[in-house]
């Protein structure tokens, strides 16, 4: 058996949400989490415990202003390229 590839979503959530100046807390809150544990949600899933559901991920990019494709880009020019693309679109 290999190695299990680990999902890059932890990673680009966590730069999304500084890049933004932003707590977890409040970009839990502001996607419509519950606020008692809105802070603990997004912690486990930037730190890859959880994964967010289709639409959760896709309320935390409109937050984050970033598309839901960027979140699952392995490469840092990928997603690079997908902000550009969608930006351009």
């Known amino acids: 058996m290999g190695e299990r590839a ?6 680009r959530l966590r730069e999304a949400r500084e890049l933004l100046g ?4 409040e970009l839990g809150v502001r996607a419509g989490l519950d606020p008692a544990s809105a802070s603990t949600r997004i912690n486990q899933y930037e730190r890859g415990r959880h994964a967010p559901d289709y639409g959760t991920l896709a309320a935390l990019a409109r937050i984050l202003q970033r598309p839901v494709a960027f979140f699952y880009a392995e490469e840092d ?6 902000c550009r693309y ?4």
């Open 22 to 25: 932003i707590s977890q807390r």
């Open 6 to 11: 680990s999902s890059p979503v932890p990673r």
């Open 77 to 82: 020019g990928l997603a690079a390229w997908i």
């Open 86 to 89: 969608e930006a351009a679109a």
